[in-house]
């Protein structure tokens, strides 16, 4: 994961989360790639006292956001992707 984060984002170090948009002249449906970087997701789980199946998810909808145009740049940008991956876990959590 880290190797992909360099050569695709320019940035050093791992990630727990890359997502490549593949959809042609950016019409849908949407076609793309969600790469989660387990060991990061397991650290992130631990840290945050959470099951790792939750993580995973978390990170999924996070990745799935980036495909639907979403951005996380900036404090509101994450805090809004934050809000909806909020909103998916919770959608998941009442089909069981």
């Known amino acids: 994961m880290a190797k992909l984060h360099r050569d695709y984002s320019g940035i050093p170090g791992t990630t727990d989360v890359l997502t ?11 076609e793309g790639e969600i790469y989660i ?7 992130q ?3 945050w006292k959470i099951p790792l199946y939750r993580e995973v998810a978390r990170l999924a909808a996070h990745g799935t956001l980036h495909l639907a145009g979403y951005r996380d740049k900036t404090e509101s940008e994450r805090e809004g ?13 009442r089909r069981r």
Do not use: I, Y
Request: charged letters at 35%; proline letters at 3%.
């Open 81 to 93: 992707m934050r809000r909806l991956e909020n909103l998916a876990l919770q959608a998941g959590d």
């Open 37 to 43: 970087c387990l060991d990061q997701a397991r650290r």
């Open 20 to 30: 490549f948009d593949l959809t042609e002249k950016k019409a849908h449906p949407v």
């Open 45 to 47: 789980a631990a840290e």
